[in-house]
């Protein structure tokens, strides 16, 4: 079936950093792709989200790029701050509608 | 309700009982999917309706799971003689058919 892969699975910079998460998808028909953060002992809310005819859209400090030729999409936080400590998760939308989710970067803030 | 509303959020079972967990999607929303999460890990693909296409249940880890939306609309999580293995939090989420999802808050399930 359509997957993705999200990497890393653990990442831990220094505050102030940035900070990259980069998910592979398969399915070239996938148009909406959305990324969710998850806080300890919360539920996942939506961050940002991507659709297919833009190639990066950005809001403060954090943006998401698309290459869709390479069935590549990222995460980009700047300036990173102790709250933005948390695992992360791409999604995109395969050709049934459906919304398949990576396996989680877990994102750790060192001060 | 403006939000996905889970019920109930807690629930301790015995092993061997059968639970019933209660998902009220947002008014609208067409997608209703179910999810299993366990501490620390990431989350676990159960079911997916969308509509009144035919469900994808290809991630139902046993035939002691399953699920109703009826209705289009509140969705039932039933899972028979639970294990202990079943323990983890049920997340349900909705959305409209090409939109993102909005999590309920879950449901805590512990199998002692």
């Known amino acids: 079936g359509e997957n993705v892969e999200q990497h890393p699975s653990t990442l831990s910079v220094q505050e102030g950093d940035s900070a990259v998460i980069k998910c592979t998808y398969s399915?070239?028909?996938?148009?909406?792709f959305p990324w969710y953060k998850q806080e300890l002992g919360k539920r996942p809310q939506l961050i940002i989200d991507?659709?297919?005819n833009v190639g990066e859209k950005k809001d403060q400090r954090i943006a998401v790029t698309l290459n869709k030729t390479a069935k590549h999409f990222s995460l980009h936080i700047t300036e990173t701050q102790p709250e933005d400590s948390a695992v992360y998760f791409c999604?995109?939308?395969?050709?049934?509608?459906?919304?398949?989710w990576g396996a989680g970067t877990k994102l750790i803030i060192k001060p | 309700g403006a939000g996905v509303s889970q019920s109930p959020s807690n629930k301790v079972t015995e092993k061997g009982k059968d639970v019933e967990l209660r998902c009220d999607p947002i008014?609208?929303?067409?997608?209703l999917y179910w999810y299993r999460q366990s501490l620390g890990q990431g989350l676990e693909f159960l079911i997916y309706?969308?509509?009144?296409?035919?469900?994808?249940k290809s991630g139902l880890p046993s035939d002691r799971f399953s699920a109703e939306r009826t209705g289009g609309s509140v969705s039932t999580l039933t899972i028979q003689r639970t294990q202990q293995e079943d323990s983890a939090v049920y997340l349900c989420?909705?959305?409209?058919?090409?939109?993102?999802?909005?999590f309920g808050s879950g449901t805590r399930l512990t199998v002692v």
């Open positions: 399915d070239s028909a996938s148009n909406y």
């Open positions: 309706f969308q509509g009144n296409s035919a469900p994808d």
């Open positions: 989420a909705s959305s409209l058919a090409t939109g993102a999802s909005t």
């Open positions: 991507i659709r297919s």
């Open positions: 008014s609208g929303h067409t997608a």
């Open positions: 999604v995109y939308m395969d050709s049934n509608y459906q919304l398949i």
